[in-house]
């Protein structure tokens, strides 16, 4: 048996007494102890900067790239005369463009995210004034102790205490979805002391102070007290809150707040956010390094044959400033430039993204590496919505398209006795199986809106009702201490609601006792996990109800068996008597408890099995078997119970029907569990439950993750939020893969921001993972199409940055080899003018290109999804060599044959050399290209017009009489052709020979 994620009793008094909050309320006035302050702002933040952080931490964020500090300090030795070889010009405005361009799409994210965060807190809601009046607040300006008016249907702002509700029996239902991933409804009791109030404006005129905890990340557990001026105290659990971010489902209700802003149980459990480095600009300031590195060793050697005179570091700075080109200054605005290019194309250009928001485009890339993905269940793979499929009594299977008939012959035993026996015939089995489906729960009818809906704090619960009522019978009304039903042939009948015994995960079953007013026949009704029941019951037909149960799991359905008893009133006396002792009893009370209910599980009968199913969001399983064949392991971080996490794996198709289910077992059992993983060969998906991740985390950390990251899935259920986050933290550490986790609650917001790219998607009852996310989704399956073009945004934003490099290399090496034929002096090879055009105009639009380039279309990838390749790197040690051979051979070529042609004019060698390199990169690019576009066309072309239109307006660096000559032309044209014709073939064969046959197809 699964122990409980909630801490024991003795755990809580074995614990450090926790300080107290105080809120004192007389007559409409409230104060607070005057050693705390627990007036915060409930303002929500979800920025990376505030006005004045924007601008420091932009700028630091900026330099953080090696490529802009070089530069930085390349701009700032141009100010010293002895080591300026150029106009100032040339090296400090691509500094500045960089920075203002950087920034400006820093500050236009900042701007979004503002304006998301500004409708959030300018919601309106209505709070009490002492004189009985409701007026607006912004939901900014609540503060602790305002008494807040909620109705069906309100997002939740601040965590409250209810104090009055305008149901009669006090409850009100939450669903806590954006909070703990669950969608069913939780149900929360008005206190006592104020529910009676039959006007809510009466709480002004009383005196009373509320005791409660500091502000803390468990969403399970809470505890206070309220105690009245006349010294009537009541205890606070709960129950009796409503925590921010979860959402009203029922009723209008009067709330205390309670906590606000960052103290609430939603921002303790959040991530602050964080600037999220990703792989490719890791990779891109890689190669700057590498290409600084090459730099000064090209200095240092042209210092070498120049030799070291006294002042021999002027030149060696020099050098450096002369070759800087090899450290390309416009990479970092290409990046960002086609980072807004692949922002409107996913949000923009495809059809099949609907509400796709690339909230952060620095991680555009980052989806074309993804290795893992850890992800939420419920509402994320699941869309919650149960159906039961098939209920077997044994004799029969009663299935949801015959059940009008099954009630037409349940009406014809209607006046037979309802008794609980091993020995009953068929139909009056199922009669018995379905009454048990009807009145073991913890299911409400309210009116919603003038429609009767059904709320319950499991959707299962809900879907066994409307099976039932599928045949014939119907939940009329439902109270706290009784409930009607009315059967097939129209009776109402009325039961008692004696006790009820909640499902939890330690006793994985739920029980009620029922006193039937009519007969006054007591039943005991049990239902819960197959492993827990079947000890428990018996029945003639349990051999076949433990293989109905086995099937049922393989075609993915979560199962239940359903057990009854009749008891007598000795027994119900006995047990009640048990269970006031354990209720008094400050230690053990859960034991007690539990051993008093096991009086009553004996000789308990087998009534049904169920197969209930949960539905899959739409195109969820292609999208795993995706996802797997493209070589993404999967995770599943979830709320919800292991048996749920299991049966929704196996559903999806994310667990095969081969693959075996290790329950992982905490404890002392721990080095066993990981013994057993170690010798079934990794093979197995592991489960594991909140409760042992704890222990397991503080024991066995690197060994339980470095096993779990060999094994093909891993379950994680019964997690909180901050477990979630610390799992994946974990998988980023010791898999040193790129991490993705997606979710659609604010439960999954803290794991979505420590995720290396996180994917929110839009919620039913909020938009907290969205907003929190790298990009934001409307649904699960679209994921798959954002990796195809995760894949090409990488592929692209690679290429491109190596075409840039290259440009870089190319200018440096035919300085470095002009240093060399001129004995060494510190001179360009061409005026500050030629240099910025190269970079800055001719080339940049037909580099640009690039980003628009596509080699394969999404039909391809989702047929072969191994094209995905994740763990694939295209800036590399073996690219920065290629490039540098294919940089330096080029070089070589242009820069002698317009030395040996024209050698006794510099105006001529530079014209030559100029030429056959603006015409070599051209005509390198269109190589790369896969996927010719009107745009690719248009860019290469107008390269070409745009440098022949320039000679005229440049007469200080081209010779005009010279460019006119058939010498100029022939020079350049012999120059192009030989650095050009050699690399072309050897890239041909290359992609020939390397490309994988999918391409081929």
């Known amino acids: 048996m699964a122990n409980s994620t909630e801490p024991t009793e003795e755990e809580q008094l074995l614990q450090p007494a926790p300080k107290i909050r105080h809120i004192h309320f007389k007559k409409g006035n409230i104060s607070t102890t005057p050693e705390e302050n627990i007036d915060t702002t409930n303002a929500v933040k979800n920025t990376k900067y505030n006005k004045w952080t924007f601008l420091p931490k932009t700028i630091y964020n900026q330099f953080k790239y090696f490529n802009n500090l070089f530069f930085l300090l390349l701009a700032l030795t141009q100010f010293v005369k002895v080591l300026s070889v150029g106009f100032l010009f040339t090296y400090v405005s691509p500094l500045i463009i960089i920075l203002m361009l950087s920034g400006g799409k820093e500050l236009f994210e900042h701007i979004g995210l503002l304006k998301s965060d500004r409708q959030v807190n300018e919601k309106e809601f209505q709070i ?296 009953l015939s068929p139909e009056l089995k199922a009669r018995e199986a379905l009454m048990c489906l009807l009145l073991c729960h913890n299911v409400t009818p309210v009116e919603e809106d003038g429609t009767r809906v059904l709320q319950a704090s499991s959707p299962d619960e809900i879907a066994l009702v409307e099976f039932a009522e599928k045949c014939g019978y119907r939940l009329k009304q439902r109270e706290i201490d009784w409930m009607d039903i009315v059967t097939p042939a129209g009776t109402t009948r009325r039961y008692k609601i004696e006790h009820v015994f909640p499902f939890s995960s330690a006793r994985k079953r739920m029980g009620i006792v029922l006193r039937d007013t009519q007969t006054n026949i007591i039943y005991y009704y049990l239902k819960g996990a197959d492993s827990i029941m079947f000890p428990l019951v018996d029945a003639p037909w349990i051999t076949s109800a433990q293989e109905a ?80 064949n493209a070589g993404i392991r999967i995770w599943v971080l979830t709320g919800d119970k292991s048996t749920t996490a299991m049966t929704i794996a196996r559903s999806s198709c994310l667990v095969s029907r081969t693959m075996r289910f290790f329950i992982f077992k905490g404890g002392s059992n721990s080095m066993k569990s990981i013994a057993k993983i170690k010798n079934s060969g990794y093979q197995h998906a592991i489960v594991i439950e909140g409760s042992t991740i704890s222990y397991v985390l503080k024991h066995h950390k690197e060994v339980f993750i470095k096993c779990a990251l060999r094994c093909p899935i891993v379950l994680a259920s019964r997690c909180s939020p901050t477990q979630k986050a610390e799992l994946v933290a974990l998988l980023i550490k010791y898999s040193g893969k790129r991490v993705a986790a997606i979710g659609d609650g604010g439960n999954d917001c803290a794991m979505i921001s420590t995720a290396h790219l996180g994917v929110g998607l839009e919620g039913k009852e909020g938009s907290q993972a969205s907003l929190t996310g790298d990009i934001s989704l409307k649904q699960f399956s679209h994921l798959t199409r954002v990796l195809f073009y995760g894949r090409k945004f990488y592929n692209n934003a690679c290429n ?113 050399v100029f030429t056959a390199l603006v015409l070599t990169e051209i005509f390198n690019i269109a190589v790369e290209v896969r996927t010719w576009t009107k745009w690719m066309v248009i860019s290469e072309v107008g390269s070409v017009i745009i440098y022949i239109v320039s000679i005229f307006f440049l007469p200080f660096d081209f010779d005009l009489t010279f460019i006119m000559t058939k010498s100029f032309l022939l020079g350049s044209l012999i120059s192009f052709a030989i650095s050009f014709i050699p690399v072309f073939v050897v890239t041909l064969i290359d992609q020939r020979i390397n490309t994988p046959p999918e391409y081929m197809l």
């Open 549 to 628: 149960v086995e099937h049922y799991s393989r075609e993915g359905l979560r199962t239940l068996v359903f057990s009854g008893r009749i008891l007598s009133e000795a027994e119900l006396e006995a047990f009640s008597a048990l269970a006031a002792e354990a209720d008094a009893a400050l230690i053990g009370r859960q034991e007690k408890t539990n051993a008093a209910i096991a009086t009553l599980e004996n000789n308990m009968v087998l009534l049904a099995v169920s197969g209930v199913e949960d539905k899959l969001q739409e195109g969820v399983r292609p999208s795993l078997e995706f996802l797997r």
């Open 128 to 423: 009490m004034d002492p004189s009985g009046e409701l007026k607006k607040v912004q939901s900014q300006e609540l503060r602790v102790g305002d008494i807040l008016h909620l109705k069906s249907g309100d997002e939740i702002p601040c965590d409250c205490l209810l104090l009055r509700s305008s149901e009669k029996n006090g409850t009100c239902f939450i669903s806590t979805m954006q909070l703990d991933g669950e969608q069913d409804y939780k149900l929360r009791r008005a206190l006592s002391l104020t529910q009676p109030l039959t006007d809510i404006t009466d709480v002004f005129k009383m005196k009373f102070a509320v005791q409660y905890e500091q502000p803390r990340k468990e969403i399970y557990d809470f505890v206070g007290r309220i105690e009245m001026d006349d010294g009537t105290m009541e205890p606070l659990s709960l129950e009796n809150t409503l925590w921010g971010s979860t959402t009203v489902k029922s009723g209008n209700h009067y709330v205390m707040v309670l906590y606000t802003g960052v103290d609430t149980r939603t921002s303790q459990n959040k991530a602050k956010p964080v600037y999220k480095f990703g792989v490719f600009d890791a990779e891109s300031n890689r190669m700057s390094k590498q290409l600084f590195g090459l730099l000064v060793c090209l200095s240092i050697v042209l210092l070498i044959f120049r030799g070291f005179n006294a002042i021999w570091y002027v030149y060696l700075i020099r050098y450096i400033v002369i070759l800087a080109s090899i450290i390309p200054t416009s990479m970092k605005v290409n990046q960002d430039l086609s980072r807004i290019l692949f922002k409107r194309e996913i949000e923009k250009g495809d059809p099949d993204l609907e509400n796709c928001i690339l909230r952060n485009s620095n991680l555009a890339e980052e989806l074309g590496r993804i290795s893992f993905l850890c992800s939420d269940k419920t509402g994320t793979l699941t869309q919650n919505v149960m159906e039961v499929k098939k209920l077997n009594t044994g004799n029969l299977i009663l299935l949801p398209e015959n059940s009008k008939e099954l009630g037409e012959i349940i009406r014809n035993h209607d006046e037979d006795p309802y008794e609980i026996q091993m020995h």
């Open 800 to 912: 491109l940055s190596n075409f840039v490099g290259h440009r870089g290399l190319l200018i440096s090496y035919v300085c470095f080899l002009n240093i060399c034929c001129f004995y060494f002096s510190a001179v360009s090879a061409f005026s500050g003018t030629l240099l910025f055009c190269f970079t800055s105009v001719y080339l940049v639009f037909p580099v640009f290109a690039l980003a628009l380039d596509n080699d394969i279309t999404p039909s391809m990838l989702s047929k072969y999804p191994q094209l995905y390749r994740p763990n694939r790197s295209l800036i590399n040690i073996k690219s920065f060599i290629t490039w540098n051979f294919i940089s330096l051979f080029q070089a070589s070529i242009a820069f002698f044959v317009g030395l040996l042609w024209f050698g006794k004019t510099t105006n001529a060698i530079q014209s030559v």
